[in-house]
């Protein structure tokens, strides 16, 4: 189940918003080719799949100058078939802060914007299983989530 959208509060100032809900589960059991039960995933939480996404921004848009700040949230995804080992939810911040020049002149089209990624520098696992999953226990590749970060782009359109 997805939800997002987005709303004008008034002329400069607009709000967009999303869940995401992810129940997936294993039908089965993973057994061999006698039948004999090797992993009991009957009901387990497929891995990787968090169950709760939630993303919002506010957005300042007014006379060339715009602002926006979101927030992205992950709930605990497991990394095991018998879901006994997870990372922990994260919530990670972006803001960023522009300006677009209007007029005649060189500088009509020009923007500048300034942005941050991972405002707070939350240190979170970014990626799970990249090397494949087990059934059971901490035996997995974790890779850390980027750090915070900052860029700044010129444009030009013409």
């Known amino acids: 189940m997805c939800i997002r959208d987005n709303y004008r509060i008034f002329a ?10 992810n129940h997936s589960t294993y039908a089965n059991d993973v057994r061999d080719s006698q039948g004999a ?3 009991a995933t009957n009901g ?5 799949s968090p169950e709760h996404m939630v993303k919002g921004e506010i957005v300042f848009e007014q006379s060339g100058f715009t602002g926006r700040v979101g927030a992205d949230y992950m709930s605990k995804r497991y990394f095991t078939y018998l879901d006994d080992e997870s990372v922990s939810p994260r919530v990670l911040v972006d803001a960023s802060i522009g300006y677009r020049f209007t007029g005649d002149g060189a500088l009509h089209g020009v923007a500048i914007e300034g ?3 991972n405002l707070t520098d939350k240190k979170y696992i970014g990626t799970v299983g990249s090397n494949g999953f087990t ?7 974790l890779l850390a989530g980027a750090p915070r970060q900052f ?3 010129l444009k030009k359109g013409f």
């Open 12 to 21: 400069p100032l607009s709000l967009f918003a999303s869940y995401s809900y």
């Open 37 to 39: 039960l090797l992993v």
């Open 44 to 48: 387990k939480t497929v891995v990787d």
């Open 115 to 117: 942005n941050v990624t």
């Open 135 to 141: 059934a059971s226990g901490d035996n997995q590749t």
């Open 151 to 153: 860029f700044v782009s």
